[in-house]
């Protein structure tokens, strides 16, 4: 089984968006390094649209060996997809580049770390790779 690695809104934008906030490296190269890092299977997506990242999680409950995701703003709104993160018996890693609890209040609450395993946030891009590792080694000691 495969490790989805889910994206969502504005991530796209990777590169040019705030790079003082969210650095140099767009989404692909982040793809790249973590194509690099394993030879796990992994399934790469990213969406702006709030239901697609829902059928994502679903399509990821029938056919992941774990998840990460990083919901974006949606972390911050969206039940659909912790509803959605709750079908899951799999390992799940919320992602974030930058470190939400020393931004806006708004970012303060994520709806995504009450179905999440646990969080990697603040690393910037590095916050893959190491969720990555995460993931990769909650299934060795599975096996
Ligand atoms: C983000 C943090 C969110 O608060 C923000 O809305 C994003 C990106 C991050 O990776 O740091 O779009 O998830």
Redesign the pocket.
Known sequence: KAIYILN????NRLGTREPE??GSKTLADIEADCRSATKHDLVFKQSNIEGEIVEHIQEAADKAAALLI????Y??TSIAIYDALKLLDIPIVE??????AK?ESF?RRSYVSEAATGTI?GFGAN?YQLGLQAVINLLKMKN
Do not use: D, E, F, V
């Open positions: 969502g809104p504005n991530l906030i969210y990083n919901p974006a703003a972390t911050h992602i974030h580049l930058s470190q939400p931004r970012r946030s916050s």
